[in-house]
């Protein structure tokens, strides 16, 4: 399975003071897979990042989905920014 993140866009900026430094995350089963932080974006980062997961159709069958989430990177945390609607296993 390869998965493309290509870009994601905000309603607004999660940060007080600066831009937003989003990433993605995608979790199947227990696996989990991230995307590099997009430094500064704000409100639209770009990612162009693909993944190929091998190996995995058991645990994303099991899960019954594959879930995207967007979180906000801070200093010692990160931050829910949303999620995706879960995307099924056919």
Partial sequence: MEITI???????????????????????????????VADGAGKHAVFKESFTLSNIELQVKNAAALVLVAMEKDVGSSELLGTAKPIPWE
């Fill in 6 to 36: 290509v870009e994601a866009r905000f309603l607004k900026d999660a940060d007080l003071i600066g831009k937003q430094d989003p990433y993605v995350t995608f979790k199947y089963g227990r696996g989990e897979i991230s995307t590099t």
